[in-house]
Every structure is written in structure tokens, then in C-alpha cells.
Nanobody
Framework: QVQLVESGGGLVQAGGSLGLSCAAS????????MGWYRQALGKQRELVAT???????NYADSVKGRFTISRDNAKNTVYLQMNSLKPEDTAVYYC?????????????WGQGTQVTVSS
């Protein structure tokens, strides 16, 4: 089992910045990748960015050049730095972890944190 606790988010004006954090606990050694997804009102959840245990990153086209995902393995924490925010970035942001245990792949989610960008 992996537990994910998110922090950060809030309200910011367009063009501003926000940072999100996600601390993992539990079966940490089984985590192979972590990431951030978001879900805007009335829309499907979509990938924002992911980072593997080896540090490889992947970003949605809509956030490339503006968002940066990073992780601190010592603190079992993944971060999302969001710059040049746009109103269309408004959504609930969810932390995600993929873990392998006993040959099976498991996906875990945080509780979500609201990010609101005003125009």
C-alpha cells in the first residue's frame, strides 16, 4: 500500500506561479513512477507530468515549458512547480503513484488539491 498526501495549490492570478507537493508513505520501495494529473470541472482527468524512479520526465504538451516535475527520493516527495499559469490550468490536481508489488502493478491516488487561476 502507498499513501499520498498532497499540499499546495490555491488561488493565483494568470501569469503567476504555484507549487504542489506530494509526500508518499507506505511501500515506498515499490514505487516506479509518480506524477500529477488534473481534472477540470466537466472534463476527464488528464495527465500533467510524470517522473520515473530514474528521473525520466514526461509532460503534457499544454504545460511543457511552464511546469516542472521533480522528486526528492530522500523525502519520498514529488513536486510540481507551475509557472506562467493560465485560467485553463484551473483544475483539481491529483498526485499519482505507480507501484509494483508481488508481480502486480498498482496505481494510487492522492486526495486532490484545487488550483484556481483567475484571469
Amino acid at each position: 500500500q502507498v499513501q499520498l498526501v498532497e499540499s499546495g495549490g490555491g488561488l493565483v492570478q494568470a501569469g503567476g506561479s504555484l507549487g504542489l507537493s506530494c509526500a508518499a508513505s507506505g511501500s515506498i520501495v515499490s514505487i516506479i513512477a509518480m506524477g500529477w494529473y488534473r481534472q477540470a470541472l466537466g472534463k476527464q482527468r488528464e495527465l500533467v507530468a510524470t517522473i520515473t524512479s530514474g528521473g525520466n520526465t514526461n509532460y503534457a504538451d499544454s504545460v511543457k515549458g511552464r511546469f516542472t516535475i521533480s522528486r526528492d527520493n530522500a523525502k519520498n516527495t514529488v513536486y510540481l512547480q507551475m509557472n506562467s499559469l493560465k485560467p485553463e490550468d484551473t483544475a483539481v490536481y491529483y498526485c499519482n503513484a505507480g507501484a509494483v508489488y508481488s508481480g502486480s502493478y498498482y496505481v494510487y491516488w492522492g486526495q486532490g488539491t484545487q488550483v484556481t487561476v483567475s484571469s
